[in-house]
């Protein structure tokens, strides 16, 4: 598992060397791996869904300690954590749906104009032609 300090922003790997993981039993929001930057040593608490959990577990043997419920504190914070990942998520989620149109709506901005362009001048022209097609005919 790839983790970005956020103390001094290194790029590190997280091992059973520099992280252990920490379970909730009754409160797997709380699941974190406590990991040690190597380059700061600054001790960053990460939270993991349970899929991440086993995937770690399966990987390497990480040091493992289970407990039934966080305290209040740890809980709190799993949860504003949580609730900042997934409203940054949600945004994500929204730009990338945003994203994922930009060509239609530029394509139908762009034909739009070019509509109106031609709207404006077929009147005229319309005009014309129906002038020209009256002179030939009378
Ligand atoms: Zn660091």
Redesign the pocket.
């Known amino acids: 598992m790839n983790e970005n300090?956020?103390?001094?922003?290194?790029d590190?790997e997280v091992t059973p060397q520099n992280g252990g993981i920490v379970l909730f039993l009754d409160y797997e929001r709380a699941n974190h791996v406590l990991a040690s930057?190597?380059?700061?040593?600054?001790v960053?608490v990460i939270y993991l869904r349970s899929a991440a959990v086993v995937e770690l577990l399966s990987r390497a043997q990480f040091p493992l300690v289970v407990q039934d419920k966080p305290t209040a504190e740890r809980r709190e914070a799993a949860d504003s954590c949580w609730g900042r990942f997934e409203s940054v998520h949600a945004q994500d989620e929204r730009r990338k749906a945003w994203d994922e149109l930009p060509e239609a709506p530029r394509e139908w901005v762009r034909q739009l104009h070019d509509d109106l362009r031609s709207w404006g001048r077929t009147p005229r022209q319309g005009r014309r032609t129906v002038g020209q097609t009256a002179h030939g005919a009378g």
């Open positions: 300090c956020a103390t001094c922003h290194h590190y930057c190597p380059n700061c040593k600054a960053e």
